[in-house]
């Protein structure tokens, strides 16, 4: 039971979304897992209890099919680890969204929800995608018997390569809250972005996400677009049954 518990609260932190990577002091990644062409590395950062964590894989796949999964929040259930429920909650644009997630916890902890702030840029001359995420803790009412996560910040990236596939990266930084000990989360923070990369492998290959075009997903062929923060606007209590 300790060992699910441990599992869960790491995917909880980092899962129902991307993430921002942390501009503060950072020690060198040191490799923690290598398996099915995934390699997930982590470090610590000075003045901060928990490990932030990068998953790093190659998918034969498409730039545009990559960020229509992004851009599909309700599907996000199906492929990060452990996310109950996700849906936006405003869409400033194609582009920029702040969205809510839900991850029930096993007994006998509480369930967690993160609020997430999105923007999706393409650099025109690499046709490199970033995708920056940053919690927004206060942007919304707490929910009853829920835990929100206080501090999320990481991105996605997503690159070409020569021989036709994507270097996919996924990195994070986050704090679940609630008081755990950092010794309880750190001790498995590899689970979650192997688990979620081998997913996004999986689900990235449906008809739906294949068929998308640049176009259509809208992603600004603007390498230099600002990454504004959203301003909190209050949104109201979530009822039980919400999300």
Not at 50 to 74: C, H, M, N, W, Y
Not at 85 to 91: A, M, N, V
Not at 150 to 159: A, K, N, V
Not at 205 to 215: D, W
Request: charged fraction near 20%.
């Amino acid at each position: 039971m300790t060992k699910i518990i441990i599992i869960w609260i790491t995917v909880t932190i980092a899962g129902c979304s991307a993430p921002r990577k942390v501009q503060v002091e950072q020690h060198p990644w040191k490799l923690a897992l290598d398996k099915n062409g995934i390699q997930v590395y982590t470090r610590s950062i000075e003045g901060i209890e928990f490990l932030e964590f990068k998953g790093v894989t190659q998918i034969p796949t498409s730039i545009s099919s990559l960020v229509a999964l992004i851009r599909d929040t309700e599907a996000t259930p199906q492929w990060i680890a452990n996310c109950a429920e996700s849906k936006i909650l405003k869409r400033i644009d194609d582009n920029e969204t702040l969205s809510y997630s839900f991850s029930k916890a096993p007994w006998p902890m509480k369930n967690r929800d993160v609020v997430i702030h999105t923007l999706i840029s393409i650099d025109q001359d690499t046709s490199m995608v970033t995708v920056i995420e940053t919690g927004k803790p206060d942007a919304i009412a707490e929910r009853e018997k829920t835990i929100r996560v206080q501090r999320f910040e990481g991105f996605w990236r997503f690159t070409p390569q020569s021989d036709g596939q994507i270097e996919v990266v996924y990195q994070l930084l986050s704090d679940p809250g609630g008081g755990l000990p950092a010794w309880f989360i750190n001790s498995s923070a590899i689970a979650q972005p192997y688990e979620t990369l081998r997913a996004m492998k999986a689900i990235v290959q449906q008809k739906k996400y294949q068929n998308a075009a640049l176009s259509e997903v809208g992603i600004p062929l603007d390498a230099k677009r600002a990454f504004p923060p959203i301003q909190s606007q209050p949104a109201g209590p979530i009822s039980p049954g919400d999300p």
